[in-house]
T-cell receptor, first 112, second 111 residues
Framework: NAGVTQTPKFQVLKTGQSMTLQCAQD?????MYWYRQDPGMGLRLIYY???????DKGEVPNGYNVSRLNKREFSLRLESAAPSQTSVYFC???????????FGPGTRLTVL | QKEVEQDPGPLSVPEGAIVSLNCTYS??????FMWYRQYSRKGPELLMY????GNKEDGRFTAQVDKSSKYISLFIRDSQPSDSATYLC???????????FGAGTQVVVTP
């Protein structure tokens, strides 16, 4: 039982490049989330998916797109990376209904 | 102004001391309150959660919520070096995934 897995663990991009962050969970959770963590800012919600087939914007969605590929997988895409997107990205999943989300190990992204 | 305020620390205490952490918030709709622990280069893990006002105890950890003052606290008794981590408060009104986090307080417990 791996929980929430994220790939890659680290990534360096140049401004304007694109990439997709992958997330998968094996807990049969309905809801999945993408957060970013910046120094002094805590974690901020980028996008979430309450259930398979649905996605919705969070607090900081600009510059990102998401795809809920199936119940297990939720990807985050940066179409044209900017230095302001340098951050640590965490994927999380939850059963919903009052259950705390479980977080993955994070992806450390640097945009030069 | 942030919805959730948390002193970033660092907070340094000797082993065995009581660690006291707190957050203040502005949104009176928040009713679920959580504390997460995050070790360096790891994802946050849930320590405690409380619904509405009151206290909750789990081993060495006690969480308190005072909704009238919009203030939550976490106490760690008999602190150990393994408690050295960043502690994040988080809260939400009705959806556990759409959490509002504090900035996190770095705690260092020295042997």
């Amino acid at each position: 039982n791996a929980g929430v897995t994220q790939t890659p663990k680290f990534q360096v991009l140049k401004t304007g490049q694109s990439m997709t962050l992958q997330c998968a969970q094996d807990m049969n959770h309905n809801s999945m989330y993408w957060y970013r963590q910046d120094p002094g800012m805590g974690l901020r919600l980028i996008y979430y998916s309450a259930s398979e087939g649905t996605t919705d914007k969070g607090e900081v969605p600009n510059g990102y797109n998401v795809s809920r590929l199936n119940k297990r997988e939720f990807s985050l895409r940066l179409e044209s990376a900017a230095p302001s997107q340098t951050s640590v990205y965490f994927c999380a999943s939850s059963e919903g209904g009052g259950r705390s989300p479980i977080f993955g190990p994070g992806t450390r992204l640097t945009v030069l | 102004q942030k919805e959730v305020e948390q002193d970033p620390g660092p907070l340094s205490v000797p082993e065995g001391a009581i660690v006291s952490l707190n957050c203040t918030y502005s949104n009176s709709a928040f009713q679920y309150f959580m504390w997460y622990r995050q070790y360096s280069r790891k994802g946050p893990e849930l320590l405690m959660y409380t619904y509405s006002s009151g206290n909750k105890e789990d081993g060495r950890f006690t969480a308190q919520v005072d909704k009238s003052s919009k203030y939550i606290s976490l106490f760690i008794r008999d602190s150990q070096p393994s408690d050295s981590a960043t502690y994040l408060c988080a809260m939400t009104s009705d959806s556990w995934g759409k959490l509002q986090f504090g900035a996190g307080t770095q705690v260092v417990v020295t042997p």
